[in-house]
T-cell receptor
Framework: AQSVTQLDSQVPVFEEAPVELRCNYS??????LFWYVQYPNQGLQLLLK??????LVESINGFEAEFNKSQTSFHLRKPSVHISDTAEYFC????????????FGQGTRLTINP | DAGVTQSPTHLIKTRGQQVTLRCSPK?????VSWYQQALGQGPQFIFQ?????ERQRGNFPDRFSGHQFPNYSSELNVNALLLGDSALYLC????WGQGYEQYFGPGTRLTVT
């Protein structure tokens, strides 16, 4: 079984400041790793994913995440945030085979202050 | 190309009633997964359907059941509703074996009073 822990339930930052949202996972098998974003009253959108290869993955809107196997972490970072980044962010894992159900963390609410 | 659609958007039911939620997958996808997202929580996996069969089930009671139709659309049924069933129900679609590419619908907000 897998589990995901997001270490911060809320992260307030000022606009144009850097941010890091922390995610640790536990699994006895290899997993895929994901970050999803949920804007108010909407469903989930895939932000980025790690399947294999380079441990640093990037999204089109400036976010990046680094897979650290030894620390079982997949932290999300952005060097300069915008008001539009205000949302709930979920880290998730799935097994490589079978149904590949997603196991989510509790979420981190990112609030950007002007 | 239509993405994942869900209906209805919102629903209010009374304890003990039954509810049916519907999902149409993204064009070309053959696998549908359902998730429950309680307020302030991350989504939790309910079950997954492929080839009209339930392929995997999460830790949910038998009151939660589903169906997949030949056109790959799916229904989630919940019987004997409890107050704790109030949540956002999310549907996700993918190709079988490519669960790393799950696309989510906007969800159905169920309120049980």
């Amino acid at each position: 079984a897998q589990s995901v822990t997001q270490l911060d339930s809320q992260v307030p930052v000022f606009e144009e400041a850097p941010v890091e949202l922390r995610c640790n996972y536990s699994s006895s098998v290899s997993v895929y790793l994901f970050w999803y974003v949920q804007y108010p009253n909407q469903g989930l959108q895939l932000l980025l994913k790690y399947l294999s290869g380079s441990t640093l993955v990037e999204s089109i809107n400036g976010f990046e995440a680094e897979f650290n196997k030894s620390q079982t972490s997949f932290h999300l970072r952005k060097p300069s945030v915008h008001i539009s980044d205000t949302a709930e962010y979920f880290c998730a894992v799935s097994e490589l085979q079978g149904a590949q159900k997603l196991v989510f963390g509790q979420g981190t609410r990112l609030t950007i202050n002007p | 190309d239509a993405g994942v659609t869900q209906s209805p958007t919102h629903l209010i039911k009374t304890r003990g009633q039954q509810v049916t939620l519907r999902c149409s997958p993204k064009s070309g996808h053959d696998t549908v997964s359902w998730y429950q997202q309680a307020l302030g929580q991350g989504p939790q996996f309910i079950f997954q359907y492929y080839e009209e069969e339930e392929r995997q089930r999460g830790n949910f009671p038998d009151r939660f059941s589903g169906h997949q139709f030949p056109n790959y659309s799916s229904e989630l049924n919940v019987n004997a509703l409890l107050l704790g069933d109030s949540a956002l129900y999310l549907c996700a679609s993918s190709w079988w074996g490519q669960g790393y590419e799950q696309y989510f619908g906007p969800g159905t907000r169920l309120t049980v009073t």
